[in-house]
């Protein structure tokens, strides 16, 4: 089997929905970007979404724009990228995901990117401003790489554009969860769920909400509608800006987080369980 | 009907899944609703009656006569707000109200498009917002108050680099945020498709004019044509209906402090990537970071080119050139002195290039400069970089 079944095998370990916990890579620099990554995962995280940043990060809110900005300038790039995936993947057996923007992977040549993500120890790589209709040179390499191609459906997609998507993508559907950039938001839009019933309905891989998912009652709303994980970025990555004049205490506020949040949906089973009994 | 979304293996459509059924959409009513009829007898409506065209094709005596071959300008300093990018904005304007959608944002960079943009969304009842980098709000402070009084919404954006580049990311964002009732009137033939081909189809009526003034005039076509590239939208209108003819085409690019320091010299000294949803050249480093783009005038100050210019370069059918900070303001003080006209910046880069290549033309050799807009707005720049302009 590929490395790509490590995704795969994460969402037949029967603990649903995941919590996919995503930080910027580089960010406030190399080594506490790392540590944060570690202590994300020894803190009960599922899988990791490691964002190399780009410097136009358009599907992007403040918070992670400006934690890209912050990395940029503390000397991250896609070779470092590779070794902080290699660094984290010592530690850790999770799935390591990468999250970035086309241009990231076409300057280092489409095949060679995947082929050394793969090497480092990285299980999918997300690319934001990627279509179905781009992706094909994208998706092929990642295959002979054994990464999963992860994919994007937002409430905008056609019925016959997402029969496109499916077709591509392997691992899970990221499910665009808000209209907009990311960044933390209030609620849970109807049209989000309605979104995530119907996709399940056309597909039986693991479909995962990102964008504007913050507070374990998100998580509850959405596990409810059959989300098999949720992706958090935004709560967790401005952790590590809040705390930049505080570092001891950065890596305890991330872990409080990732803690609350794995654990609501726990919570909600157990009162489900003891109302039964 | 599909239309490519390519040129060659430039352009397509790098954008984040939600704006996907946007472009759909607007690639739909690109095929449908602008070759209709309703849709063309408006265009021409607000063209003629309201932008005021034709613009003159200009035979300039003077210059003629200092550069020894025959020297027209494309007069689109005299479009209704001063420059080119009106034919584009009135065309989208319209557009977005045949599509039924009531909002409008944009992007500006030297504040032209900005300023066309609020234009055809006051006339057409629209309402606008325009995202511009406060450095560049700094740099155009006239246009930013023709904007405001218009009634367009101005939206400092401080993110990067604070130029157009970021104004661009600002304005995607909305969209994406907005995008079921918002129109994104996109400046220039950049972008995801069908933008490119959206926006050149809108901008072509120069060079169509062109074809037909000079033909009246000379009963020939040009030898050779020029115009500045920024993004490219007054060289793609003035070039495309030339391509298939024996027209020596030139692309005037900003070379800024010169190749080896800061410039915007996209096509002559970058290498192709994805930026703003496109596949074209851009200035950018080994990882694919985009880097700063650097020119005097805010119009060209962008590290990316629309695609089809990547194209063009790319065949050899237009010749790219940089050109320097130093060489647009003496070239923007002489169209001033020579010919009584104040190009724009932008404009004054071509103007340069045309006073460099006219050395290898004929004395009867027919060369046309896209004088893309007027300089009012940089009277106070360039004053201020040559102590008056003497």
């Not at chain 2, 003819?245 to 192709?272: F, M, N, Q, W």
């Not at chain 2, 940089?322 to 004054?348: C, K, N, Q």
Request: aromatic content about 6%; hydrophobic content about 40%; some cysteine.
């Amino acid at each position: 089997m590929t490395s790509g079944s490590r995704i795969a095998g994460a969402f037949r370990s029967g603990k649903l929905p995941l919590l996919v916990a995503c930080t910027v890579a580089g960010d406030p620099d190399f080594a506490r970007s790392v540590r944060i990554a570690r202590c994300l995962a020894a803190s009960g995280a599922d899988m990791l979404e490691l964002v190399m940043p780009f410097s136009d990060p358009v599907a992007d809110g403040p918070v992670i724009q400006d934690a890209g900005a912050r990395a940029l300038s503390a000397g991250m790039n896609t070779d470092r990228l590779f070794t902080l995936v290699r660094d984290v993947r010592k530690k850790t057996e999770i799935p390591l995901l990468i999250m970035t923007y086309a241009n990231i992977v076409i300057q280092r040549g489409i095949p060679r990117f995947y082929h050394d993500a793969a090497r480092a120890g990285a299980d999918g790589v997300v690319i934001a401003d990627l279509p179905a209709e781009e992706a094909g040179p994208f998706c092929d390499a990642a295959r002979d790489a054994g990464i999963d191609p992860i994919l994007f459906v937002s409430p905008t997609t056609s019925q016959e554009r997402l029969g496109r998507i499916l077709s591509l993508a392997t691992g899970f559907i990221y499910l665009v969860a808000a209209m907009g950039v990311t960044g933390v938001r209030e609620g849970v839009a109807p049209e989000t769920l309605a979104c995530l019933r119907a996709v399940k309905l056309r597909t039986n891989l693991p479909v995962v909400p990102g964008f504007g998912i913050s507070a374990p009652e998100h998580i509850r709303t959405y596990a409810e509608a059959g989300a098999d994980g949720v992706i958090v970025g935004s709560a967790i990555v401005r952790i590590v800006g809040e705390y930049a004049e505080r570092p001891a205490e950065m890596e305890e506020a991330a872990r409080r987080l990732v803690e609350e949040l794995t654990g609501a949906p726990l919570h909600m089973e157990r009162r489900e369980a003891d109302a039964k009994s | 009907m599909t239309v490519s979304t390519r040129f060659g293996p430039y352009g397509g459509r790098f954008v984040p899944e939600t704006l996907m059924a946007a472009l759909e959409e607007l690639d739909e009513a690109y095929r449908t609703i602008v070759p209709s009829a309703g849709f063309r007898k408006e265009m021409d409506y607000y063209l003629q009656e309201y932008a005021g065209r034709e613009t003159p094709l200009t035979f300039c005596r003077n210059m003629s006569r200092d550069l020894s071959c025959r020297v027209y300008l494309k007069r689109e300093d005299l479009l209704h707000s001063g420059a080119h990018k009106l034919n584009n904005a009135l065309g989208q304007a319209l557009l977005t109200r045949f599509m039924g959608k009531r909002r409008i944002i944009a992007e500006t960079g030297a504040g032209q498009h900005g300023v066309a943009a609020a234009i055809a969304g006051a006339a057409l009842g629209l309402s606008v917002e325009v995202y511009m980098g406060i450095e560049d709000m700094e740099r155009q402070a006239l246009n930013v108050a023709r904007m405001q009084m218009l009634g367009a919404k101005v939206r400092p954006v401080i993110s990067g680099s604070r130029t157009l580049k970021d104004a661009i990311n600002e304005a995607l964002r909305d969209w994406v945020a907005n995008v079921r009732d918002t129109h994104y009137l996109i400046g220039s033939v950049v972008g995801p498709h069908p933008f490119p081909s959206l926006v050149r189809d809108f901008q072509t009526v120069i060079g169509r004019e062109i074809r037909r003034q000079i033909l009246e005039k000379e009963a020939r076509l040009p030898d050779a044509m020029v115009a500045c590239v920024g993004g490219g939208s007054n060289a793609i209108g003035m070039f495309h209906p030339f391509l298939d003819d024996p027209v020596i085409l030139y692309g005037a690019e900003a070379g800024g402090e010169g190749l080896s320091g800061k410039h915007g010299a996209t096509l002559c000294a970058g290498r192709p990537g994805v930026l703003h949803g496109t596949y074209t050249y851009l200035i950018q480093d080994a990882f694919g970071q985009i880097l700063e783009s650097h020119s005097i005038s805010a119009g060209l100050d962008y590290p990316g080119v629309g695609p089809e210019h990547s194209f063009l370069h790319d065949e050899g059918r237009v010749i790219y050139r940089p050109v320097t900070d130093g060489e647009a303001i003496d070239s923007f003080l002489y169209l001033s002195r020579t010919e009584g006209i104040i190009p724009a910046l932008e404009s004054a880069h071509a103007v340069a290039l045309a006073r460099t290549i006219s050395d290898d033309l004929d004395t009867d050799s027919i060369l046309v400069i896209n004088l893309s807009g007027r300089g009012d707005k940089d009277v106070a720049q360039v004053a201020a970089l040559t102590g008056g302009g003497s």
